[in-house]
């Protein structure tokens, strides 16, 4: 079998992580696609047609629609294009997957790979929804009127769509499925029965989260964010985490908070549904010197190892979380200690505080100040398929900020698989 | 029949004739007297050979007729070619004659823009249908120009679409659409392509299949006479926007029409006279010279230029999102080229996308594919990174000399070696603007004045160092963009700032002595200025006038006065911000109540002074910016004037005016000798 070639991580932009629906007259998936390519590809001296391919995930496209075809049509790009849309959240870490494998068996040159999730309703669910709320809002004097909302809202989400519109606008948000959802806060909460981790732990880490995004913010320690502008004239800049209060905010984000089986997650330590895109720009090394561009990182190929929930035995010795991690690093031939900084997907802050407890003895994960030092999804407020390609972004900037030479992205997904891939930040690379 | 040069004729199934029109060396589709000459042959030898039916329709799928050839309009437009003009609109009448007295139905098909001639040869068709497309468009510009197409044309529309229709045609702002020519009974239909030639087939095979066509007169036009009617027109204030030269028009064809109403030939013999009358009128003719300027400029520029040798760019980058970046974005995604448009603030970036929505929109209308495809070539940058890969870089900032020098010597380095720089300023001259450049040869000036103006050319300013190929660059950026270029030697306030502020700084002036600011806006508008001072002021924001007359009087020692930085520093901005000279509310003038009655008051001032003094600082600021050698010649001076500062396109530019008042005077000082020679000679004897 042939070497397998270098995999380089050129640029990448991404929009702000928005906790509120915005789509009734903002962007839709597509769009906000576009409006991400359009800034990663804006810097460089090759046009649209010199990609390669095109790899889009989304959380938010029904199987019948190609949402990466759809951009390669608006970019004027006759690229070679696909997309992975699955309702779960592995949808960004598979069109990762596939990129980075297509530049390292040499069958592409340049390829342009992202995710995209939207907090949306299909329009007519939507219009029904603010109007209802309007009306709530009017006869909020009634206690029936009151009651009436939150089953409204479970009874509008739980319906399938009966949308045939063919566009990429129909479906819902993977984490406003209410079976994904439950799945999902099952998962995590098992997971913190198991590992005794408290409440107060995970509001505590949460609450760091937040702390930490705020810092970057305020530093600009944010990297490539390319803000939306809507047509209305209003202009969003920053990542717009937690919560507020008004109607449609509430419709969206309710069902993320009103499952909850037995109290042991609290409302903070999940990460509420957000919307966004992000996307990356990957290359070979003949394209990095053809059309000179600058290198943020070069990317191992991701491990993946599989548990299965009923797969106690594994769980019980210790070394689940990190299997995935284990296996990066016996590849790369390399020790915990010499990863400088680690994104670690926090959907919720079981994930993260976990697999620090499962570190300690190899005493890597045993420091938090290494882990998600710009925050994490769980101040952001989760995009799944985005959020795959945001860690990774934020992770090379993170290096080259610091100096650093190596870190690893991690993320364990909600039917039990773990993912870990290795950047690695060269100085002689990037001269 | 000889062989002919404009015509395909086919006869088809059915017997129906074909006639597809080709003008070869027009692109536009503008006639000739060899195109009519021809068509009357063409019209001969079907006449009375068992013909069903004519159908005419153009080879060319985005044009059908349009006006007539600039050779033949400057012929027929020059000193005494009156006979020669008579001669052609007698020509064009006997065709459209013809066409109306074919003894077999004759049915246009409209595939594209249609205009003056088109309209005049369409109306004498028995039935017209329209492409449906958006490239359809129904139009009479002559009558911005001040003369009509004398082939009998408007007394035809009128009695077909009625006198109101045909008064909101003429002086409609924008041509008709499809859909606009249907509803007010210029066309009897509008089909696609395929379906057009059937339906056009159909009605001349089976004519009792056509009885329901026919634009029905409104009650009142049937009832009244033409002169109540006209009453009831102008009452309604149709005519409250039309211009000098338009009204020159519709007068005319009033009178005619009041005149000979139901005489069809004398109506259109009068036609004729009036055309003639009109198209050898002095502003005519001088509406003319100042087309004839930027045709001429044009032509110039293709012949040196051919297509093939343009450098064409491919991404453009806008640095500032103001009024003239926006302006810039506009005209380039209209021309589908990539656009990314930069500024620091993201609150400017902001207004944009709706700006660009609202925009796109109404220039392609229920067409929102285009619409979508038009917005995607706009990308807002907030990293600056376009400028890395840019073929153009244009500067659009505002007017601030400092902000400017470290813009573009920041551009410089960033900027791809081979990129042409561009800066929009108005009046910074580029020898200073380029001092600390480290390629100041890259940088061209390319000034296309306030979007109000929506000027067809633009000034390109040539500073001492600019590179040749950079020239060459800027200006095929220009012609791309739909603007000529005006070559104009780099020096303060270029030519048209210059002008223009000569003219607001001398109304200012005028304002500051006591005469009231409705006075001089009336003043200005009675001598046929297109703006008047202080409503324009308003217009281009009075901080951005205070910024150019502060560039100038530092540079050419002009005044400032000192209205404007009163105004200025008391926060009024002008129409954006609701109040500068004049009031407005939600973008409306608000008159003022004193205002309203001043006309009733029992004085008056002297208009006459007023404008003498306008006048006079125009010309002589003209004469100065000659002797300076600015431009080349003194026919882009009157250019940049009626475009730039809205002198009178009627007098023809300022010193065009000038030479004109000269030789009358002479002729007055002629006669006046001749009289008081022969006084003393009567009285001698």
Same mark, same amino acid.
């Given at each position: 079998m042939s070497e397998l070639k270098t995999v380089y991580l050129v640029d990448g932009s991404r929009t702000p992580f928005l906790t509120q629906a915005t789509t009734v007259q903002g962007y839709s998936a597509l769009n906000l696609a576009l409006h991400v390519s359009h800034s990663v590809l804006l810097g460089h001296s090759f046009h649209a047609q010199g990609l390669d391919a095109i790899i889009t995930a989304s959380t938010a496209c029904d199987g019948n629609v190609d949402l990466a075809r759809e951009l390669g049509q608006r970019l004027g790009c006759l690229a070679n294009?696909?997309?992975?849309?699955?309702?779960?959240?592995? #949808?960004?870490?598979?069109?990762?997957?596939?990129?980075?494998?297509?530049?390292?068996?040499?069958?592409?040159?340049?390829?342009?790979?992202?995710?995209?999730?939207?907090?949306?309703?299909?329009?007519?669910?939507?219009?029904?929804?603010?109007? %209802?709320?309007?009306? %709530?809002?009017?006869?909020?004097?009634?206690?029936?009127?009151?009651i009436r909302l939150p089953a409204f809202l479970q009874r509008t989400k739980s319906k399938p769509s009966t949308d045939n519109i063919s566009t990429t606008h129909t479906t819902t948000h993977a984490l406003l499925e209410p079976n994904w959802l439950v799945k999902n806060k099952q998962w995590a909460e098992e997971k913190a029965i198991r590992h005794v981790i408290t409440q107060d732990r995970m509001n505590e880490y949460a609450q760091l989260s937040r702390r930490r995004l705020q810092y970057s913010q305020r530093n600009s320690l944010i990297a490539a964010l390319s803000p939306l502008f809507y047509r209305d004239g209003h202009v969003i800049s920053r990542d717009m985490g937690g919560l507020t209060t008004d109607m449609v905010t509430l419709s969206t984000t309710a069902t993320t908070k009103e499952i909850d089986p037995s109290n042991v997650l609290s409302d903070d330590c999940i990460a509420p549904a957000a919307e966004g895109a992000a996307m990356l720009l990957l290359a070979s090394k003949e394209s990095v010197i053809r059309y000179q561009l600058p290198v943020l990182a070069t990317l191992s190929l991701p491990c993946w190892s599989h548990v299965s929930l009923a797969n106690n035995k594994l769980l019980a010795s210790g070394h689940y979380v990190n299997q995935a991690v284990h296996d990066l690093l016996a590849d790369e031939r390399l020790a915990m200690d010499e990863i400088d900084y680690w994104e670690c997907n926090e959907a919720s802050a079981v994930d993260v505080l976990v697999a620090q407890q499962q570190c300690q003895e190899d005493d890597a994960f045993a420091l938090l100040h290494r882990v998600n030092v710009d925050g994490g999804v769980l101040a952001l407020g989760n995009a799944p398929t985005a959020n795959s390609m945001r860690m990774l972004l934020q992770l090379a900037h993170t290096l080259k900020r610091s100096d650093a030479e190596r870190g690893i992205v991690t993320a364990t997904i909600s039917d039990g698989r773990e993912f870990a891939l290795l950047l690695q930040h060269s100085h002689e690379l990037v001269k | 029949m000889s062989s002919l040069q404009y015509f395909r004729v086919k006869r088809r199934a059915g017997d129906v004739v074909w006639l597809t029109i080709t $003008?070869?060396?027009?692109?536009?589709?503008?006639?000739?007297?060899? =195109?009519?000459?021809? =068509?009357?042959?063409?019209?001969?030898?079907?006449q009375d050979q068992g013909v069903s039916g004519l159908i005419l329709r153009s080879a060319r799928p985005e044009v059908f007729l349009t006006g007539i050839q600039a050779d033949t309009l400057s012929l027929l437009s020059n000193e005494g070619a009156k006979q020669k003009a008579q001669g052609f609109f007698t020509l064009g009448g006997q065709l459209c004659q013809n066409l109306q007295n074919m003894t077999c139905p004759t049915v246009a098909i409209i595939d594209g823009a249609c205009s003056g001639a088109g309209i005049e040869i369409m109306v004498a068709?028995?039935?017209?249908?329209? $492409? +449906?497309? *958006?490239?359809?468009?129904?139009?009479?510009?002559?009558v911005d120009d001040g003369y009509h197409i004398g082939f009998g044309g408007l007394s035809r529309l009128i009695d077909q679409i009625g006198f109101d229709n045909t008064l909101d045609f003429l002086v409609a702002p924008h041509s008709y659409d499809v859909e606009t020519a249907v509803r007010s009974g210029l066309a009897d239909a509008v089909e696609p392509l395929h379906k057009a030639k059937w339906l056009a087939r159909q009605w001349i095979l089976y004519p009792d299949s056509t009885d329901d066509l026919g634009y029905q007169l409104p009650n009142s036009e049937r009832i009244l006479p033409p002169s109540l009617i006209v009453a009831k027109s102008s009452f309604n204030g149709r005519l409250n926007n039309a211009s000098a030269l338009e009204l020159n028009v519709l007068e005319a064809m009033i009178d005619t029409w009041t005149a000979y109403a139901g005489e069809e030939?004398?109506?259109?013999?009068?036609?004729? /006279?009036?055309?003639?009358?009109l198209l050898s009128s002095k502003p005519t003719q001088n509406k003319l010279y100042i087309k004839h300027l930027l045709a001429t400029l044009k032509q110039e520029y293709v012949q040196a230029y051919p297509i093939e040798q343009r450098s064409i760019p491919q991404h453009i980058h806008i640095i500032g999102s103001g009024t003239i970046g926006k302006y810039m974005t506009k005209l380039c995604v209209l021309q589908g080229l990539k656009v990314s448009l930069y500024d620091v603030r993201h609150a400017a970036l902001a207004s944009v996308p709706h700006e660009m929505y609202a925009f796109f929109k109404s220039v392609y209308p229920d067409r929102p594919l285009r619409i979508q495809q038009a917005l995607d070539t706009i990308i807002l940058d907030v990293h600056n990174a376009g400028v890395k890969q840019a073929d153009i870089v244009v500067e659009a900032i505002q007017e601030d000399k400092h902000a400017k020098l470290s813009l573009l010597l920041e551009v410089d380095k960033k900027s791809k070696p081979d990129a042409c720089i561009i800066t929009s300023t108005a009046c910074l001259p580029l020898d200073e603007l380029s001092q600390d450049m480290l390629h100041p040869e890259r940088l061209v000036g390319l000034n296309m004045g306030h979007p109000l103006f929506d000027a067809?050319?633009?000034?390109?300013?040539?500073?001492?160092? @600019?590179?040749?190929? /950079?020239?060459?660059? #800027?200006?095929? =950026?220009?012609?791309?963009?739909?603007?000529?270029?005006?070559p104009i030697k780099s020096s303060a306030g270029f030519l048209s700032s210059r002008l223009l502020m000569a003219y607001l700084t001398e109304s200012l002036m005028l304002h500051q002595s006591g005469i009231s600011k409705t006075d001089i806006d009336q003043a200005a508008l009675a001598m046929d200025m297109t703006y008047p001072p202080f409503e324009l002021l308003d217009e281009l924001g009075l901080e951005e006038c205070l910024k150019v007359s502060e560039a100038l009087s530092d540079r050419l020692g002009y005044d400032i006065p000192k209205l404007l930085m009163e105004k200025v520093g008391k926060g009024l901005k002008g129409k954006h911000s609701g109040e500068g000279f004049y009031t407005y509310k939600n973008g409306e003038k608000q008159t003022n109540i004193l205002e309203s009655i001043r006309h009733k008051?029992? %004085?008056?001032? +002297?208009?006459?002074?007023?404008?003498?003094?306008?006048?006079?600082?125009?010309?002589?600021?003209?004469?100065?910016?000659?002797?300076? *050698?600015? @431009?080349?010649?003194?026919?882009?001076?009157?250019?940049?004037? @009626?475009?730039?500062?809205? =002198?009178?396109?009627? /007098? *023809?530019?300022?010193?065009?005016?000038? +030479?004109?008042? /000269?030789?009358?005077?002479?002729?007055?000082?002629?006669?006046?000798?001749? @009289? #008081?020679?022969?006084?003393?000679?009567?009285?001698?004897?």
């Open positions: 294009i696909s997309t992975i849309s699955q309702t779960g959240d592995a #949808a960004g870490l598979q069109a990762l997957e596939l990129a980075s494998q297509q530049i390292a068996l040499d069958q592409k040159q340049l390829v342009l790979v992202g995710g995209v999730d939207v907090l949306q309703l299909s329009g007519e669910k939507m219009g029904a929804l603010t109007s %209802w709320s309007q009306q %709530w809002k009017k006869d909020s004097q009634s206690l029936t009127q009151k | $003008i070869p060396e027009s692109e536009q589709h503008e006639i000739n007297a060899a =195109f009519l000459y021809e =068509f009357i042959e063409v019209l001969g030898s079907i068709c028995d039935y017209r249908i329209l $492409i +449906d497309k *958006g490239s359809t468009r129904l139009s009479y510009p002559e030939l004398e109506a259109q013999q009068e036609e004729i /006279k009036t055309a003639t009358a067809p050319c633009a000034e390109l300013i040539i500073s001492n160092c @600019v590179s040749a190929e /950079k020239l060459e660059q #800027a200006e095929s =950026f220009a012609y791309l963009i739909e603007k000529t270029p005006i008051l029992p %004085w008056r001032v +002297d208009e006459k002074s007023i404008q003498t003094r306008l006048l006079e600082r125009l010309i002589n600021e003209s004469r100065e910016c000659l002797n300076l *050698g600015i @431009v080349e010649h003194a026919d882009l001076i009157d250019l940049i004037t @009626v475009i730039f500062v809205g =002198f009178s396109a009627s /007098k *023809g530019g300022t010193l065009s005016y000038l +030479d004109s008042y /000269k030789k009358v005077a002479a002729q007055q000082a002629q006669a006046a000798k001749t @009289v #008081a020679k022969e006084t003393s000679k009567t009285e001698a004897e």
